[in-house]
């Protein structure tokens, strides 16, 4: 993943780099359901966390993905073979780690394999499930 960004690496050299990485859907046209979604990673710690998001892969389709296994499935492994190995550049061994996931509603909803955020019980955090009243009723 990293190697063929080699060339941004030639004078700051840290021990680890921490990433933070995101996916979104983006419609490619209106009259198709055409849609891209991209796979992005930043760097964050200074002085790089000013570089900008680079795309590490886009799924193509009519829809959005239907699974996220299938989805991230190639960046999943190629992510954690790089946290247990790092990569190797200039003579030393940089190590990753993963700082977060920045997505929105439905994107979480998708990676995380929950319902999203208009579903009914959609929060992923509350354990009591009320009951239906008709109308919005705050407790």
Known sequence: MLQKYGFLLKN??????????????????????????PIQCKFFDAPMSNWSPFVLGIFHANSKPKNANDYLEDFVKELVELQQTGFFHNGKVIKIVVFGFSCDAPANALIKFIKNHTGYESCPKCEVHGKYAGRVVFL
């Open 12 to 37: 700051v050299l840290p021990e680890v780099f921490r990433f933070i990485y995101n996916t979104d859907g983006l419609p490619v046209a209106k009259s198709t359901g055409s849609q891209v979604w």
